[in-house]
């Protein structure tokens, strides 16, 4: 359970953010989370979230993409989680499809753009759950219904932790990012490939690997070539940071060996 002291100064944090926000008007009778690019599929699928007390509240947005936005969001504990809700309005998903052929996990592709999204949403909970499953840190998963996904949240409410592109890094951040790549590839099956300096949170407690939407199985057909660039771009920043080590392809021969 919550410390009680430490719940109500998060209470605080929250309902402050709340009335600040310029994007969420919530009916706190009936329940209802209401905002301007919500569809009503939307609306029905946060209600359903929160019947099934996967949710307790929805707060402001926190980071916004032009696919996704992350919503500050409360569980049945009053402990703090992170909301990614998928636009359904977005346009570019028809262009990850590659991203899902060829992956055995999910059978028949979608028709559909809205399809598309639901199984791109699912799919990103799988990732976490096995990125977990393999020792990685990600953000914990808690559910996800059609275009919603919750999971851990990470940072200070309302303040999302910040990534390696607004942090100071050093060489832990260095050994953490190329042991991840191999964990990830030995031990989950699987590569993130899109693995950047904005997907990976570094807080008090260590860095954490997020947004594992592009994530597929090392049997995927393009693994190989995802692997080479998730490495070529870790080791591009890590070089501009004025962080050295070996080349990529030795890397890889690393991790593949």
Do not use: C
Request: hydrophobic letters at 35%.
């Amino acid at each position: 359970m919550a410390d009680p002291d430490e719940s109500s100064k998060m209470r605080e944090r929250l309902l402050r953010f709340e009335r600040e926000s310029r994007y969420l008007r919530k009916d706190s009778d009936e329940r209802k989370v209401l905002e301007e690019v919500f569809d009503r599929t939307t609306q029905l699928a946060v209600e359903e979230l929160i019947s099934r007390k996967d949710l307790r509240e929805l707060y402001g947005v926190v980071s916004a993409g032009k696919e996704a936005r992350v919503y500050l969001g409360e569980d049945t504990e009053a402990k703090p989680v992170a909301v990614k809700i998928y636009l359904t309005s977005a346009s570019d998903f028809r262009k990850r499809m590659g991203y899902i052929a060829g992956d055995r996990r999910f059978g028949k592709l979608p028709s559909g753009s809205r399809d598309t999204i639901y199984l791109w949403t699912r799919k990103e909970f799988k990732n976490l759950q096995l990125a977990e499953s393999a020792g990685v840190r990600v953000p914990k998963p808690h559910a996800f219904y059609k275009n919603i996904l919750v999971m851990e949240y990470m940072g200070t409410p309302p303040q999302p932790a910040p990534t390696f592109a607004e942090s100071e890094v050093d060489e832990d951040d260095y050994r953490w990012t190329f042991e991840t790549i191999e964990k990830l590839w030995k031990r989950g099956k699987m590569v993130h490939a899109d693995f950047s300096e904005f997907n990976v949170f570094k807080t008090a407690s260590g860095d954490v690997l997020f947004d594992m939407g592009s994530a597929v199985l090392s049997s995927h057909p393009q693994a190989s070539e995802y692997l080479r660039r998730d490495l070529a771009n870790m080791v591009r920043f890590f070089r501009k940071r004025g962080i050295s080590g070996k080349d990529a392809s030795e890397l890889e021969a690393e991790v593949t060996k």
